[in-house]
């Protein structure tokens, strides 16, 4: 013991605890760093570290082996996407895979085997199954109804279109159909428009040969508003065998009898009226002219067909002559 009563400590535990206390912090980690090592060589001395570490040993090579597999298998993989995505074929695989996974819900009974249609007259049930992406593969489980509405919308004559599921097996489709409206030609092309202006189609059938005609840049978009106004005054809607929309603004009337009609851009009602005004009193529509000019409000212009006008010219020459020998004999 000590002078204090204290155990005596032997000095080099002592030492060794002031040491730890003044060892910086690096010396620590290598302490650490050996402790890992010694374990490490350790294990690999053991005999379970012989077997799992042990060169040429049946795990490692098994190892070894999977590790090149699976390198293989993403390389592969890779290149084919790579080959895939470059040479634009990705459309090609995906129908593949959809091909094989319609497959695969047919056989467990979903495929499509009955599709009740309605609604359609101006398109066929094979052109809206067409659209709508259905064939004799298509399964009802894998059918997205969303697309098939969307891509039935893309034809001109379906302004809509319900497709419900109906399963395990049947589809069920309704269509809205837009109707033909007028004939509209432009630059030389006539296509069946509807309402809205829509082009249902970019030729006429026979079918369709009776509607009304309209003519212009812009035409079919604006051929409803005009049409529903030359729908109030059907003696002159008779005779109209096109209405000609001129820059965007105005109409003229090509009646059926060659003649034109001139419609101011501002209140083309009122020509209209005062049109049938002089069919009524003067029976103009009649008359050997060509045109009649209604774009000025307080007249009225005409053009005398070539004969009126030749005939009208001799007869003025003649009048012309016979004044002058009556003031020669004066």
Known sequence: ???????????????????????????ASARSRATVDGFGRRLMTSWA?????????????LLRRGVGIVATVLLIGGA??????????TNVVV????EVRD?????AGFKISAVALSGNRQTTRE???????????????????????????TNPWIADATVLKLYPDRLQIGIKERAPYALWQFNGKVSVVAEDGTVLEPYVARRFTGLPFVVGRGAQKQAKTFLTLLGGYPTIKQEVRAAILVAGRRW?????????????????????????ELDRD???LTRDITAIDLRLADRVAVRLSDDVAKARDDAQKAADKKAKRKGGDA
Do not use: C, W, Y
């Open 1 to 27: 013991m000590d002078g204090g009563g204290r155990l005596a400590e032997p000095l080099t535990r002592a030492r060794g605890r002031l040491d730890k206390r003044a060892a910086p912090a690096g010396a």
């Open 49 to 61: 570290g012989r077997l799992l570490f042990r060169r040429g040993s049946v795990r490692t090579r």
């Open 80 to 89: 084919l996407t790579f080959g895939v995505v470059r040479g634009e074929h």
């Open 95 to 98: 129908e593949a895979m959809d």
């Open 103 to 107: 497959a695969l819900a047919n056989a």
């Open 127 to 153: 052109e809206v199954l067409a659209t709508a992406g259905i064939t004799g593969h298509t399964s009802l489980f894998f059918f997205d109804v969303d697309a098939a509405r969307a891509k039935l919308k």
């Open 252 to 276: 003229n009337l090509r009646l059926k009898s060659g003649l034109d009609v001139r419609l101011p851009e501002e209140d083309p009602e009122a020509a209209l009226q005062r049109l049938v």
């Open 282 to 284: 003067k029976k103009i």
